[in-house]
């Protein structure tokens, strides 16, 4: 069976960072594009980071460039989102993923994370 599971959320203050990372078991991944999406109450799942298989390829939401790392260790099957200058409208729900090719569209991407809490007080 395989799973991702997501660590690293919290409560953080406005201005302050998170590290968040995703394992994953049941198979390996190293093949495979990861990403990162986020859903706030109410609002739909909206991108935020991908990286391709060999890091080359890393892709971000306007919202977070320049703020949010996204990274991968094909060695541990994981996958992070380095999140620094956080932004009270970054609070969601933030979910890893993993698919066959680096995208931006949550249907396109086959397994899931149960998701983890970031929230950002101001």
């Known amino acids: 069976q395989v799973q991702l599971v997501e660590s690293g959320g919290g409560l953080v203050q406005a201005g302050g960072s998170l590290t968040l990372s995703c394992v994953a078991s049941g198979r390996t991944f190293n093949d495979d594009a990861w990403a990162w999406f986020r859903q706030a109450p109410g609002k739909e799942r909206d991108f935020v980071a991908a990286?391709?298989?060999?890091?080359?390829?890393?892709y971000y939401a306007d919202s977070v460039k320049g703020r949010f790392t996204i990274s991968r260790d094909n060695a541990k099957n994981m996958v992070y989102l380095q999140m620094n200058g956080l932004k009270p409208e970054d609070t969601a729900v933030y979910y890893c993923?993993?698919?066959?090719?680096?995208?931006?569209?949550?249907?396109?991407?086959?397994?899931w994370g149960q998701g983890t809490q970031v929230t950002v007080s101001s």
């Open positions: 990286i391709n298989w060999s890091s080359r390829g890393k």
């Open positions: 993923a993993a698919g066959r090719t680096i995208q931006e569209i949550a249907t396109r991407y086959e397994y």
